[in-house]
């Protein structure tokens, strides 16, 4: 059972999440390529590099599990391994509550913060997190 309140269609929050996508600078062809079929891509952060790929059968398996379960869309994955946590995944979502739509854009624009759902091998569940953009793709710096 979801979490949020559905005040929009699908397409609308399609559009959202492809506006978001370019406030964080994402790729381009990142972005055509969720806007023409719903493609994920992730951000792969090892070290100071910062590789950007395709989605792959075990990314596809996390966002469709949390889309179902909370009724969000997923836009785009972060992918590091901490010392603190180990590996960490956040995904990037627009909730179906477009009420909320404006502020969350404010926010990212204005703080470089980012609603996403963060799961690790110690905790998962719904935060913020701080990322930056870097050569099209994103960086998870908190």
């Known amino acids: 059972m979801s979490i949020y309140k559905k005040e929009a269609s699908l397409e609308e929050i399609k559009q959202?999440?492809?506006?978001?996508?370019?406030l964080l600078k994402?790729?381009?062809?990142?972005i055509w390529d969720f806007e023409q079929d719903g493609s994920v891509s992730l951000s792969q952060q090892i070290g100071d590099q910062v590789l950007l790929q395709p989605s792959d059968d075990e990314i596809d398996k996390r966002v469709k599990r949390f889309e179902l379960e909370y009724e969000c869309l997923v836009y785009h994955v972060l992918w590091a391994d901490s010392p603190m946590v180990g590996?960490?995944?956040s995904l990037l979502f627009v909730s179906p509550t477009s009420s909320n739509w404006n502020?969350?854009?404010?926010?990212?624009?204005h703080s470089g913060l980012v609603y996403a759902y963060v799961e690790s091998e110690m905790e998962d569940g719904v935060s913020?997190?701080?990322?930056?953009?870097?050569?099209?793709?994103l960086i998870r710096l908190g």
């Open 128 to 137: 913020e997190i701080m990322t930056e953009p870097r050569d099209g793709s």
């Open 87 to 89: 590996e960490c995944w």
């Open 26 to 30: 994402l790729d381009t062809q990142t």
């Open 103 to 109: 502020d969350e854009r404010k926010y990212i624009e």
């Open 16 to 22: 959202e999440a492809i506006h978001r996508m370019e």
